[in-house]
């Protein structure tokens, strides 16, 4: 298989996005090619801890859970048109629970959850670039994860659209997301090796 080139001066879009046929995970973010390795072994404990806890809660509810990678689209003022589609994101754990904005290729518009859990690469990304880029696509929660620090901030959409820290939660302490109160996760257990 030859190797994609990119520019990573050039802004692209979901339906390029598509044509890029090989086994390198990326993501867009106003159109621009941010490249991801592949998460360390620690990373892949703590995203499948919280993907068991939130799938095993979710079972027989309405909404749903996915795990990197996973496509989601955060297109401007409801755009559908794939050559519009600047913004596609592969967060680590994604919360849906309205069905339609659910396809075949992942999700097209802003989750209800998103996890992320910070790496040396992403840091940067997750905290500012993504951290606004959800802000302003309307993603209703947003859990930061540091596994060196063994915590989680959780970040809520306020009324005026903007991200209010609702808490931050280290060992000893359990987070519960904002729409399921009574889904209790335990800190020490999400970090535990």
């Not at 050039?10 to 990326?26: G, M, P, Q, S």
């Not at 060196?148 to 000893?172: H, T």
Request: aromatic share 12%.
């Amino acid at each position: 298989m030859e190797a994609i080139i990119l520019d990573s001066n050039k802004r692209y879009t979901f339906a390029n996005y598509l044509t890029w046929i090989d086994e390198k995970r990326r993501e867009l973010i106003d159109g621009f090619v941010f490249m991801m390795s592949g998460p360390t072994r620690r990373h892949q404990k703590i995203s499948g801890r919280l993907f068991l806890r939130f799938g095993n809660y979710l079972e027989k509810k309405k909404c749903e859970v996915y795990s990197a990678p996973f496509d989601v689209r955060l297109p401007k003022n409801g755009e559908t048109d794939n050559n519009k589609i600047y913004n596609v994101v592969q967060p680590d754990i994604v919360v849906v629970c309205d069905q339609s904005k659910l396809d075949e290729k992942g999700c097209i518009g802003p989750p209800d959850l998103i996890v992320e859990i910070l790496s040396a690469n992403t840091s940067k990304k997750d905290l500012k670039d993504k951290f606004f880029l959800y802000e302003k696509s309307g993603v209703i929660e947003y859990w930061i994860a540091y596994p060196n620090e063994k915590s989680i901030n959780v970040f809520i959409l306020n009324p005026k659209g903007k991200y209010e820290l609702k808490g931050m939660y280290v060992e000893g302490d359990t987070v519960s997301p904002s729409m399921f109160l009574d889904l209790s996760l335990e800190i020490e257990d999400i970090f535990k090796m």
